[in-house]
């Protein structure tokens, strides 16, 4: 769920928005009884029910994120995203002793991934698939909201999946990630991320993650 108009804000909304509708109708159009009232009223909040679902949770509430001013209130990162994540594992290795498949000690280095993020008006789900094949993952709880600082913050929970895992890896974990939107408009997201990968004995990961938006050819 979005956080930055929560699910009871976006209804306080649509209620305040039907009440004022529904006065003017009444002022300009009195109604005989209180059914037909009742009637204009309902008839009102379906049709602003119909707009914000409509609106909101198709391809037309990316436009206007795009688009206008609105999306200065809902960032636009629907789409596909390259990512590059830096793990602190060559250092736990190193501290433990855990040598590669070649018994060579692990070399720090990048690992790309695919990152697909689908992001609505009431929701925002993550999918992030490496491009070696090797790890998947898909976010459990995810949420976009402000800092205190009034800066836009996406946090999400994900469950990896690694189909053949190594030994010092394990077939499923769960970890936690927070980027940061300061950069979007450069169509760049930046943050840190952390796993409880083999947190039994004590070889959970953490690390940074920079995506970069794949851009439309």
Known sequence: MIKILHWKTILYIVVGLTTLVAAIGWIFNEPDNTL????LFGGVGFVFTILVIGI?????????CKKTKLGKIFPEIHGDWEADIFSNWPTIAE?????DS???????????TTVNIKASLLSISIHLN???????????????????????????????FVNNPKPSDEQSFL???LIRF???????????FWTN????????????????RIEDE
């Open 102 to 112: 070649n018994g060579e000690p692990f070399k720090e280095n990048i690992t790309k």
């Open 95 to 99: 501290k433990c002793d855990i040598k």
């Open 175 to 177: 970890g936690a990630g």
């Open 56 to 64: 909101g949770e198709t391809f037309l509430f990316r436009i206007l």
């Open 130 to 160: 490496s491009n070696s094949g090797y790890q998947d993952s898909r976010t459990l709880s995810s949420s976009i909201k402000k800092d205190t600082h009034g800066n836009y913050e996406l946090c999400y929970i994900y469950r990896a």
């Open 197 to 212: 990968r083999k947190w039994k004995e004590g070889l959970n990961t953490a690390g940074t993650i920079t995506l970069k």
């Open 36 to 39: 037909d009232f009742l009637k």
């Open 182 to 192: 300061s950069d979007l408009k450069n169509n760049t997201l930046k943050g840190e």
